[in-house]
């Protein structure tokens, strides 16, 4: 109780000098870094790292930077980015084990391969020129194959479901970007103390590659084009958001192994400790945080134990807890929440103490077995594609509902009808021809008319090989509803032969569908003054952002050609006009009489001696005795045909033996 | 084929197609008729001539596929291209230039047609010594001379009228040795070289123990004392061609061809600060400053040579990658020339090429590098064993490295941890200076502000631009030259590449570049022949640009390559069995026909000789 008292004071205190440092502050550079590891419930780890450089703007700093990366200053005044988000992600994002209602998940949960949006503030007609030449610029910057985001049918406009009040926004993913280490590589070369030193220097590229969902974000916000609005700057955040499997640390091994957490260390998920902070940095800090299911597991576990609060959870008295951390926080921060009778616990440790000789080695042992559950989105979204062949098909989407009802309880409109806002958008590459009149939905498995559920709709149908599908809509669904499920059908297009790619037959991606809840905001509670929360992961953390969820990414295969198909057409069409230009020609020089003639002649000759010998043969097999030659005309002609075969055999097999 | 086999058998027969059709004439006839070496009737030439038709009319249709087949390629100026090249490599690009030269008190000459002709005797000599270097001043060089006594004013024939010096300025000019550089401003205001572009020299005589010559900071350059006329005269020779033509390089430094000017004519001066450690200590500059005061004007001074925009960045734990070793009579670590080459560690210094500078400009990085605690301080020993003042040096065409040695090393001054520096200005100003000379440096001109010639030292007045006006002369003739050397070896190898590869499609585009580029290129020689300097640099610069973009045209880099074994793959099907049926009937129909008629010739002698 002393301890929060005195955390309450120092806030209090903090408050008054706050605003005075905070002036001055945003004159000069920052940066920051901060790691927040979460427990998962399914034996894993989440290890999210935050990074976040701020720079005041032009037109007071001047355009020379001393931690600000410069690629990315020019990048923004040369194309004039307002906002714009890269992230380069591999594996998925498991929503129902690992949460889909927390700020990180909403922010850090990416599709597959390669995301990126961005806005400009340029006039409407030269987004797109900037787009292209943006995206060029990025794929030299991290080395990835970003620029073929910049044909028109690889990104779109999307006008109101991905972010709401966006203009000049364009969208594009490429869902079968490999991400590995030459994509993280120049990430880390924005960072000023790069992977030399501070958390950043945890970043073993074996360990973060081998987990199980990896995601690597760069967020940009600039608005030093505002003329009108009091400018603060860019804002470069960089995350990355990693998903571990730990290493089981030796103990506890009784027979509750298969319930019990693995118990973690920083050395045993990256396989490094941190030799102390980035020098550059403002504040280094890890954080651990533990979820509210997770919070009152442990209270309930503890008052079977006798004892009775969270205190003992915020004055780290591990004696009495079901787990226990090897170095104590600086800080126990408690979620200040007024819905939910649960709230999450941040411990914060600063690396200002740690050093080479004395690195930094954050070890979380459980003791007991605890089984908790993460904080899932209203409705579990799936998508899945349905039919056969190669013609046509369909995509399905699929909302669950996960029996939860407390998110409903906010978005009760004036009728006392509860109900929930959907907003779905998707985005289908021209050749899959998707018939957006087909679009069905059915509400707990019966078939309903869409005037009732759809709110607005914004579709622009692809066209032929210029643009993609972009489908945009808000459904509003009542709140009981248990599962929804929309289909579209679509037609398999063809591609010309040069469009395919490389493994045609492997088939093709339809980017991840993003289902978005935007009456459902996600954020944490921490201070109830925002001066106050000086470390910008925390700031981010109390940032309302809307509850977000990719759907899986699709594969529909197409048909895909013998690609030696049209030598092959050459080849034989070429066959037979040839055949037919060599008989007519021999037909036209043909002198009938005169063969006539030489076959009379012919017969009157005797016949050479393999005819003799294949009439004899002939004879004896029908069993007949053996007749006088018959008028053979061609004894003599057969005899050099055979010769001449048996000489293109032998020629060909030496070919063959030879070449072949 | 049976046909062919049995053709004998076969004439044959047909001769005996007449005797069995007609009534048989005579016994006697029938005797000595042989069917195998004669026949009656004219052999016919219907199927000699149908099949003639085809395989002419095959051959009539070759020229027509060829050309449908054929792929685009516009037509280049092979032959002018060539010129161009051969051109630009055989003779120098050579400028004319105007010289003139005062002399100041001297009453015992008059002779000035004489002495013009003595001068451009020795200038002659010392071009000849070795080949003029590209950029220089040709044969077409005029001398105008002017004695300038109390008692005469003399000028000779040569050199045009309104350049003329007018005598009696420098009367009552007495303190000529104590400023120098209110001299060279009021020589400047008599002569306005500005405006004229007319090399002058003054030879003052004086009574005065040494002899000392100034460059100035304009287009001229003065000799104070008491020196003999021929002496004179060599040493303005020598101040003409090695300081006013060459812009007073060393011979064999940095090769005049190169000028670290990309194809578009820009050039991004990158400025880095390194901080090799930083939990030593964390050093920052006002780059600002250095931007505005320091760099701006020179900027400014260099814009006909180049348009140059500056950025900079400061970058941490950037360790060399080179050793060093602590030497104890020094107290401090060196590191030799001969390590030089590995010194930039390209793994972790992270300079990047500018996104700000697309296209091709030209980045040249400029490193300031602050050692570790644990190799500070640092110092670059030159191979004589001393160490160098500047404890920097250049790399042609990348940029330059300083070495900066922060003061608290050197006091041995244990910091306070993780505490932030910045460069004090009066370091700050030294490091500008130190950069600059390695700008000039890297231009190709000298960084000191001594000329050691053959016959004399001078003295060369420094701009507070960076760039006096005739070394920005000798720099925009040689970016001219440099820039149509390189736009005709680049036409050439695009003129190689594209007779190499007879398939390749070329686009009307590129073709259109090379022609503007040459137009470009000889408009740029014509305007060097007639003098106008800065429009042939404006002439050549676009020449080189447009020869660049031919060449690295998209197209040319795609594999547009359409091969003739594709082509062939396709063709062949048809026409390979089709042509050998047409080849195969036009011969035998032509032998079938030469036997028959020798068969026929031979029946109507028999027939005349009975």
């Not at chain 1, 030093?224 to 640390?249: H, I, K, W």
């Not at chain 1, 009760?412 to 289908?428: A, I, M, T, W």
């Not at chain 2, 061609?241 to 000028?259: C, H, L, Q, T, Y």
Request: with cysteine.
């Amino acid at each position: 109780m002393v301890r929060l008292r005195s955390i309450l004071l120092f806030l209090l205190l903090f408050k008054s000098f706050g605003s005075i440092i905070a002036e001055e502050e945003d004159q000069i550079e920052q940066f920051s870094e901060a790691l927040l590891l979460r427990p998962l419930p399914d034996r894993k780890v989440l290890a999210h790292f935050h990074f976040e450089s701020k720079v005041p703007p032009t037109r007071t700093h001047g355009s020379h930077h001393h931690l600000f990366p410069k690629s990315i200053y020019q990048l923004v005044h040369k194309f004039r980015v307002r906002e714009m988000e890269l992230s380069f992600t591999q594996g998925r994002w498991n929503y129902a084990r690992w949460g889909g209602h927390d700020p990180i998940s909403s922010r850090n949960a990416k599709p597959p391969g390669v995301e990126l949006w961005a806005t400009f503030d340029v006039p409407q007609h030269q987004v797109d020129a900037s787009w292209r030449n943006l995206t060029h610029a990025l794929s030299g910057l991290f080395c990835a194959s970003i620029n073929f985001l910049e044909s028109s049918i690889a990104y779109s406009s999307p006008q109101w479901s991905f972010k709401s009040f966006a203009t000049n926004i364009r969208y594009g993913t490429l869902p079968r970007e490999a991400v590995c280490t030459e994509n993280l590589t120049p990430w880390l070369k924005l960072l000023p103390c790069r992977d030399k030193a501070g958390l950043s220097a945890l970043m073993d590229r074996p360990s973060i590659y081998r987990g199980f969902y990896h995601s690597q974000r760069l967020h940009l916000v600039s608005n030093e084009f505002d003329l009108a609005a009091a400018s603060s700057g860019m804002v470069l955040e960089q995350t990355l958001t990693v998903v571990l499997q730990p290493v089981t640390l030796g103990s506890g091994m009784t027979s509750s192994v298969a319930i019990q957490q693995p118990s973690w260390s920083l050395s045993s998920l990256f396989g490094r400790k941190v030799s102390g902070r980035c020098v550059l940095s403002n504040a280094s800090n890890v954080y651990v945080q533990l979820e509210p299911d997770l919070v009152s597991e442990l209270k309930t576990t503890s008052e079977t134990q006798q004892q009775s609060d969270v205190e003992n959870l915020i004055s780290q008295a591990w004696s009495d807890m079901s787990f226990e951390m090897s170095e104590s926080a600086v800080r126990v921060i408690q979620e200040a929440n007024d819905f939910q009778k649960e709230s999450s616990l941040l411990y914060e440790f600063s690396l200002e103490n740690f050093s080479d000789s004395r690195p930094f080695d954050l070890e979380f042992r459980w003791k007991r077995p605890v089984t908790w559950s993460s904080q899932l989105a209203p409705l579990q979204a799936h998508r899945f594609l349905m039919g056969s062949g190669n013609e046509r098909g369909a995509i399905a989407i699929s909302l669950k509902s996960v029996g939860r009802s407390e998110y409903a309880k906010s978005s009760v409109n004036e009728e006392g009808r509860c109900s929930l806002r959907v907003d779905l958008f998707q985005v289908v590459p021209w050749y899959v021809k998707v018939y957006y009149h087909t679009l069905k939905v059915f509400l707990d498995e019966r078939l309903h008319s869409l005037a009732d559920v759809v709110e607005r709709t914004n579709v622009s149908p692809s066209e032929d090989k210029v643009s993609p599908g972009l489908m945009e809509i808000a459904l509003r669904l009542p709140c009981d509803v248990h599962s929804v499920i929309l289909t579209l059908e679509f037609d398999k297009g063809f591609l010309h032969i040069d469009e395919y790619p490389p493994d045609a037959n492997q088939g093709f991606d339809i980017p991840s569908a993003l289902i978005r809840f935007p009456e459902i905001k996600t954020k944490m509670h921490l201070f109830e003054d925002k001066s106050a929360c000086k470390s910008p992961i925390l700031s981010k953390l109390q940032e309302e952002s809307p509850v977000l969820w990719y759907t899986e990414v699709l594969l529909v295969p197409l048909t895909t050609p013998d690609f030696s198909m049209p030598y092959n057409v050459i080849t034989i069409t070429c066959t037979v006009f040839a055949l037919y230009f060599g008989s007519l020609l021999n037909a036209l020089r043909r002198r009938v009489e005169e063969e006539e003639r030489l076959l009379k002649s012919k017969a009157a000759k005797p016949s050479g001696p393999i005819g003799v010998l294949l009439s004899k043969l002939s004879a004896k097999l029908r069993g007949k005795p053996l007749e006088p030659p018959p008028p053979s005309s061609s004894s003599k002609v057969s005899y050099k045909l055979i010769l001449r075969v048996i000489l293109v055999a032998g020629i060909a097999a030496a070919w063959q033996y030879f070449y072949g | 084929m049976p046909e062919g086999a049995s053709r004998d058998s076969a004439m044959a027969e047909i001769s005996e197609a007449p005797t069995s059709s007609d009534p048989p004439n005579t016994k006697s006839e029938e005797e000595h008729f042989d069917p195998k070496t004669m026949r009656k009737t004219k052999p016919g030439l219907k199927r000699l001539f149908l099949t003639l038709t085809v395989f002419i009319s095959f051959l009539i249709a070759l020229p027509f596929l060829l050309k449908s087949i054929e792929i685009y390629r516009a037509p280049l100026p092979f032959e002018d291209i060539d010129l161009l090249s051969t051109e630009m490599e055989k003779n120098h690009l050579l400028f004319p230039c105007q010289f003139q030269v005062v002399f100041v008190n001297f009453d015992d000459i008059t002779a000035v047609n004489e002495l013009g002709l003595l001068i451009d005797s020795h200038m002659q000599k010392l071009t000849s010594e070795n080949s003029p270097p590209c950029g220089a001043c040709g044969n077409n060089v005029t001398v105008a001379v002017t004695i300038d006594s109390n008692s005469n004013c003399i000028h000779s024939e040569s050199g045009n009228g309104d350049s003329k010096w007018q005598c009696g300025m420098l009367n009552g000019f007495d303190k000529v040795n104590d400023h120098d550089e209110d001299f060279d401003e009021y020589l400047e205001s008599v002569l306005d070289s500005k405006n004229r572009k007319v090399y002058t020299v003054v030879v003052m005589n004086r009574k005065q123990e040494d002899v000392r010559i100034v460059v100035g900071k304009y287009r001229h350059a003065w000799i104070v004392g008491n020196d003999s006329v021929e002496k004179a005269v060599e040493k303005m020779a020598e101040i003409f061609i090695k300081v006013f033509v060459n812009g007073g390089k060393e011979e064999g430094s940095i090769r005049g061809e190169f000028m670290p000017v990309g194809a578009d004519g820009k050039v991004v001066l990158s400025f880095s600060l390194l901080n090799s450690d930083p939990h030593d200590w964390v050093y920052d500059w006002d780059f600002k400053e250095l931007d505005e005061i320091l760099l701006a004007p020179v900027v400014d001074a260099l814009r006909p040579v180049a348009d140059i925009s500056v950025e900079s960045q400061v970058l941490y734990h950037t360790p060399k990658s080179s050793y060093s070793y602590w030497d104890d009579t020094q107290g401090s670590y060196i590191f030799s020339t001969k390590d030089l080459p590995f010194f930039v560690n390209s793994n972790e210094w992270h300079l990047d090429t500018s996104t700000a500078a697309g296209g091709r400009s030209k980045v040249l990085h400029f490193v300031l590098y602050v050692p570790s605690a644990k190799e500070c301080p640092l110092k670059l020993q030159l191979p004589n064993g001393e160490i160098s003042m500047t404890n920097g040096f250049i790399s042609p065409m990348w940029g330059g490295i300083i070495v900066w040695n922060p003061p608290a090393c050197v006091e041995n001054f244990q910091m306070q941890h993780l505490s932030r520096h910045k460069i004090s200005s009066e370091d700050l100003k030294m490091i500008s200076e130190v950069f600059m000379g390695q700008l000039r440096q890297l231009f190709g001109l000298k960084s000191e502000s001594l000329y050691v010639g053959g016959f004399a030292t001078s003295v060369l007045l420094t701009s507070d631009k960076g760039f006096a006006e005739w070394e920005l002369d000798v720099l925009s003739r040689h970016h001219t030259c440099f820039n149509l050397l390189q736009c005709g070896t680049t036409l050439g190898s695009l003129s190689r590449l594209v007779q190499s590869l007879p398939r390749m499609i070329i686009m009307d585009e590129i073709g259109k570049q090379v022609k503007y580029s040459l137009e470009a290129a000889k408009l740029s020689l014509g305007n060097v022949s007639l003098g106008y300097s800065d429009a042939s640099a404006v002439s050549s610069r676009k020449a080189r640009a447009l020869a660049e973009d031919a060449f690295y045209h998209p197209s040319m880099m795609s594999v547009s390559y359409y091969s003739f074994e594709h082509c062939f793959a396709v063709y062949s099907p048809f026409f390979l069995p089709v042509s050998l049926h047409v080849l195969l009937a036009v011969m035998r129909e032509w032998k079938r026909y030469r036997v028959e008629n020798r068969k026929y010739l031979a029946w109507k002698v028999k027939v005349k000789v009975e």
